[in-house]
């Protein structure tokens, strides 16, 4: 079966612009959570949807926000970009939580 | 807070060897999850853990919780070279606080030479 998707896989974009990325999740999954990496952070928690509802978020400022669509797909936004904000994002998707959680193969967001 | 520390923090060992990679936390929490993550791609589970003092054997992977519920280990024997990669542990549901978010632990760098 089709694993989660993430587009694009790459990105350049210039400090200010803002950027979307998108998230298609395995087929039945409803869970869908956002991570960010970094070398110096580690994997932190965006935040996670469940049939088109915010149920967690992590602590990070309100220039990142998501959304999750009918059919499960979802999207973050970060507007306003600043050089701190280049890493790779993650998005998850699960069918149920303890089970364990299947990522994309992550978009690699570059600001300059 | 809720941190997971692992050690270490790096790992160069020879193909063949043993070795046990270590996560720990003051938090209690609800499952413990396991990954690997190779350059350029996503997290790939290995192992979920959700009961205090469970072991877990994947072939030549054992994965053990702790009886608190706090900390965690995996232990790989005769490493390959397929074994490189960078193990990270996740938890959830730290000291009863929300599911549907991992706190995931500082990694560990493993390099397995032929």
């Known amino acids: 079966k089709a694993g989660v998707t993430q587009t694009p896989r790459y990105l350049i974009k210039t400090r200010g612009q803002q950027v979307t990325l998108s998230c298609s999740p395995i087929?039945?999954?409803?869970?869908v959570s956002w991570y960010q990496q970094t070398p110096g952070q580690g994997l932190q928690f965006l935040f996670e949807y469940f049939s088109e509802t915010q149920r967690n978020k992590g602590n990070f400022p309100g220039r990142f926000s998501g959304r999750q669509f009918s059919n499960s797909r979802s999207e973050m936004n970060v507007s306003t970009l600043e050089l701190g904000d280049s890493a790779l994002y993650l998005c998850a998707s699960s069918l149920f939580t303890a089970d364990g959680y299947t990522f994309g193969s992550g978009t690699r967001l570059t600001v300059v | 807070t809720q941190l997971l520390e692992q050690s270490p923090q790096f790992l160069s060992i020879q193909e063949g060897e043993n070795l046990t990679v270590y996560c720990n936390s003051s938090s209690v929490f609800s499952s413990l999850q396991w990954y690997r993550q190779e350059p350029g791609e996503g997290p790939v589970l290995l192992v979920t853990?959700?009961?205090?003092?469970e072991v877990k054997k994947l072939k030549r992977l054992t994965f053990q919780f702790g009886d608190a519920r706090k900390d965690s280990s995996l232990h790989i024997t005769a490493a390959q070279p397929g074994d490189t990669g960078l193990y990270l542990c996740a938890g959830e549901g730290g000291d009863g606080g929300a599911t549907n978010k991992l706190i995931f632990g500082t990694g560990t760098l493993l390099a397995v030479q032929p």
């Open positions: 853990v959700v009961t205090g003092g």
């Open positions: 087929s039945g999954h409803r869970s």
